[in-house]
């Protein structure tokens, strides 16, 4: 009886002929080659390594030391975890285990709730799973059979996720005594985790949505050596002390009040303050690129959302009121108002580019469970700009704004990557003009030499875009900056501009903001500088701090005249020690603590000293206040270098 073969392409190796069946685990023992792949790619999908090769491919290993491989690895531990829960807790219903950026969690339908000490009890539990060192077994099956199965268990969730998929056949992982629906793949074995620790509880409703139960969510991360852990577990701890909602408390800059609702903002005195620095900021970098200064309503009639497609794509993020009998729609978006803009007056290819800007306010239903402080709300202020240009304008307009992004995320020495991403599944426009766009923004980024990434159906519905993501101090990634092409919005409004030739012409329509959410990229920002702003973003820049009661009155004229200078500036006239005035003020992260005692009085000056501890000597206040202001214009300088990586 012939043995039938195979072909097999691998990396670093000369196509190689096995005998068909033969899994990819058994294929790299007998070759010798990558011992330490945790599962691998056939013909580009990921499978175990105890999967079967039944015809020729293409076979690339998945590494530990690969993003791919930590995943996978996460998603196991995910496996271990709740195979550990069940044990423990066997009335426990099971929802779903994902990985996660950095980790993984498991929701759980438990009325008794987790508790900090029952994750230690857990874990102990995963240790035990993690030395048994079983494999994850994958087997296919037919959903009715996968329904049978999970009814018996009672596991309702699981039962709910199989009605909803399409196919006929399933597949499911067993370890040990515990089974779960799952596409894979997996590590090998449980004893493959080498690190874990998890790091947290939370409440999620079932599926993201409020109308569900509330279910238990643990969360976790794992790793494949102890130091990677140990590393992992100080950046948690640095990103918990730089949070911004405990800064935010911290500082005085804002709070989220249950009697107002979730994901709504309440600005305190500081943190409005803040915004304002930032908002004036925006402002005048816009005007000085000839940008035009618009606003818009809140409330827009509800045939116009349904005229632009907004109703259609986007209507699960809108909230509606009524008016006199007149439906509307709360604006999710501000395009709308700047093409109405645009059109009450009949355009000139003379006049483009037209680039509109406005600090828009926008409201969305967001969902509770994915609401997080100032980064995730329901109501946030863009840096909203529409470009209105002829196609042979595009380019240039595209490269303006790329040129724009430098400049601001260099001010706040932010790094950033970018992303091309492309047309969704639900999306409105022709192919045609979907390629054009693409194009364009595709040729810009080459242009200008930039590294991208092609982030594939992730672009708006109305056009691709360039999505521009800073990194913060701990090099953690956030959605800020974006640029949109649109040809669609344009043909559904009739925009229209006289070209030289006398007739009609469409306008293409850039969408762009740069910092994007103000509330988001405040969060950011209180993160990435632990509070501690630079001087011409800080609150407060300068505080006086009169060593005793007898230099009060001096300190109050050293006050009077920094305000008058438009310095932000407060005095702290407690009758408590310099040392104890000192350390607040350092908590409160403010720049400059100016110090006034006796040879400031007799000499007319202060001793300023940075919240670093470094002081300078004995100066004028006017010198202060040059210094001051020397500062600051310095730091709102674009720096040359280019941050993008």
Request: charged share 25%; proline share 5%; glycine share 6%.
């Amino acid at each position: 009886m012939n043995t039938k073969t195979i072909k097999l392409k691998i990396p670093t190796e000369r196509t190689c002929v096995i005998e068909q069946g033969k899994t990819i685990a058994s294929v790299f023992k007998e070759l010798n080659i990558f011992p330490e792949a945790i599962a691998a790619r056939v013909n580009g999908s990921p499978v175990d390594l105890n999967t079967p090769l039944r015809s020729d491919c293409e076979l690339v290993p998945i590494s530990p030391d690969s993003e791919e491989g930590k995943e996978i690895l996460r998603h196991s531990t995910a496996h271990v975890m709740a195979r550990a829960v069940k044990q423990i807790y066997p009335t426990v219903k099971i929802a779903i285990g994902p990985s996660i950026e950095n980790g993984f969690y498991y929701d759980f339908d438990y009325d008794g709730g987790f508790t900090p000490e029952d994750l230690e009890i857990i874990e102990k539990k995963m240790q035990e799973i993690i030395i048994e060192d079983l494999p994850f077994l994958r087997t296919e099956t037919s959903k009715k059979q996968a329904v049978e199965l999970f009814s018996k268990k009672e596991e309702t969730y699981k039962v709910e996720l199989l009605k909803e998929i399409p196919d006929e056949t399933v597949s499911l992982y067993q370890q040990g005594d515990f089974i779960d629906l799952c596409r894979g793949p997996h590590i090998p074995s449980a004893g493959r985790i080498k690190a874990f620790k998890l790091t947290g509880i939370a409440g999620a409703y079932w599926r993201g949505d409020e109308r569900n139960k509330m279910l238990q969510r643990i969360y976790g991360t794992a790793f494949f050596s102890q130091p990677e852990l140990d590393a992992y577990l100080q950046f948690l701890e640095n990103a918990k002390q730089r949070d911004h909602r405990k800064l935010g408390k911290e500082l005085d800059l804002f709070n989220i009040y249950d009697e107002v609702g979730s994901g709504l903002i309440v600005y305190h005195p500081k943190g409005a303050l803040l915004r304002r620095l930032l908002e004036d900021f925006e402002v005048a970098e816009h005007l000085k690129r000839g940008y035009q200064m618009v606003k818009g309503p809140q409330i827009l009639r509800l045939d116009l959302w349904e005229k632009s497609g907004h109703l259609e794509n986007y209507r699960q993020f809108m909230y509606f009121t009524e008016v006199d009998g007149q439906k509307y729609g709360l604006k999710p978006m501000n395009c709308l108002a700047h093409m109405l803009i645009y059109k009450s007056k009949l355009r000139s290819y003379r006049d483009l580019p037209i680039r509109y800007f406005e600090l828009g306010t926008v409201d969305r239903h967001e969902k509770s469970g994915v609401l997080h402080g100032l980064t995730r709300v329901r109501e946030f202020t863009q840096d909203d700009a529409h470009i209105l240009c002829t196609p042979d304008q595009l380019y240039d307009e595209i490269s303006h704004i790329i040129d724009f992004v430098r400049d601001v995320m260099s001010i706040f020495s932010f790094s950033y990557t970018m992303e091309l991403s492309t047309r969704p599944e639900k999306s409105i426009g022709n192919d045609e003009d979907w390629a054009r766009a693409t194009t364009a923004l595709q040729t810009v980024l080459n242009r200008n030499q930039l590294p991208f990434d092609i982030n594939e159906g992730e672009g708006a519905f109305y056009g691709p875009k360039i999505d521009i993501k800073l990194k913060d101090c701990l090099g953690r990634s956030w959605q800020c900056a974006t640029i949109q092409c649109d040809f669609a919005l344009p043909e559904r409004f009739d925009l229209f501009y006289i070209g030289e030739d006398g007739g009609k012409h469409r306008p293409v329509m850039l969408h762009r903001v740069i910092l994007g959410s103000m509330e988001r990229f405040m969060g950011v920002l209180i993160e990435h500088y632990a509070g501690a702003f630079p001087a011409w973003l800080a609150p407060v820049q300068a505080i006086v701090l009169p060593i005793a009661d007898r230099h009060a009155a001096y300190a109050k004229e050293v006050l009077a005249e920094l305000l008058k200078c438009s310095l932000r500036a407060e005095i702290d006239l407690r009758n408590e020690s310099l040392r104890l005035k000192i350390r607040e003020a350092q908590l409160q992260k403010i720049p400059y603590m100016l110090i006034v005692g006796d040879k400031e009085v007799e000499h007319r000056g202060v001793s300023p000293r940075h919240r670093s501890g470094n002081a300078l000597h004995c100066m004028p206040v006017s010198q202060f206040v040059e210094v001051l202001q020397t500062e600051c214009k310095q730091a709102l300088r674009p720096k040359t270098s280019q941050n993008v990586s």
